[in-house]
């Protein structure tokens, strides 16, 4: 199961940005919101219990742009192909539990209901086959323990994450006019050279 914690009002950055119906657009607004995101993710991994940091290695981000508009901004734990390459190995516990890790920390900063374990055979029919015999097992309940990480994490990061964007977005715009100055020259130089060879009688 990939899971991720995803914080809200992400989507109040991009109000700002315009023109996606352009490819440049849509790259100005993917790359300006990824900048803001990553700051949020680099918080979250600051403010994660020392006891689970190891997980905080899978914090990503993700940002969807479809029909000209940004319809998610993403980002926590498993979000991104990057983020779910990450390799971990969870660590048992004293009490023969799995250990937490990328894949079940939302336990840990959530809290879960109460479980049941339900045996290892029977595959998709091991939860009936073990409530038909008895042999269903409480594994109690886990309260939360960093509920409301990430809206924390944004929250405590937003001056800096406006401000990442804003460069960000400028370092963009700069490159990009220097790419259309240099397709300019180029194109003027050609324009040129292909008159003289016409004036000379060479074109």
């Known amino acids: 199961m990939r899971v991720a914690v995803v914080t809200s009002g992400v989507e109040d950055l991009v109000a700002g940005l315009k023109y996606l119906h352009t490819k440049d657009g849509r790259k100005l607004a993917r790359i300006t919101l990824q900048a803001g995101l990553n700051v949020i993710g ?25 029909r000209n508009k940004v319809t ?14 990450v390799p971990f190995r969870r660590k048992r516990t004293s009490r023969g539990g799995i250990g937490i890790g990328p894949t079940n920390i939302h336990w840990y900063l959530s809290g879960t209901a109460e479980r049941v374990r339900y045996g290892m055979k029977g595959g998709r029919s091991r939860k009936k086959i073990a409530e038909t015999k008895g042999t269903t097992r409480p594994t109690g309940a886990m ?8 809206a924390k994490a944004a929250a405590t990061s937003m001056a800096e994450v ?34 003289l060879l016409k004036a000379t009688g060479k074109g």
Do not use: C, H, W
């Open 143 to 150: 309260p939360a323990q960093q509920p409301m990480l990430a």
């Open 42 to 66: 680099k918080q979250m991994q600051r403010d994660l219990d020392p006891k689970v940091k190891e997980a905080g290695k899978a914090v990503g981000n993700r940002v969807t742009i479809y």
């Open 72 to 85: 998610r901004a993403k980002v926590g734990f498993n979000v991104g192909k990057l983020a779910r390459k």
């Open 162 to 195: 406006r401000a990442v964007m804003q460069r960000a977005g400028t370092r963009f715009l700069a490159e990009r006019a220097k790419k259309i100055e240099k397709k300019l020259k180029a194109s003027a130089e050609s324009a040129g050279m292909n008159r």
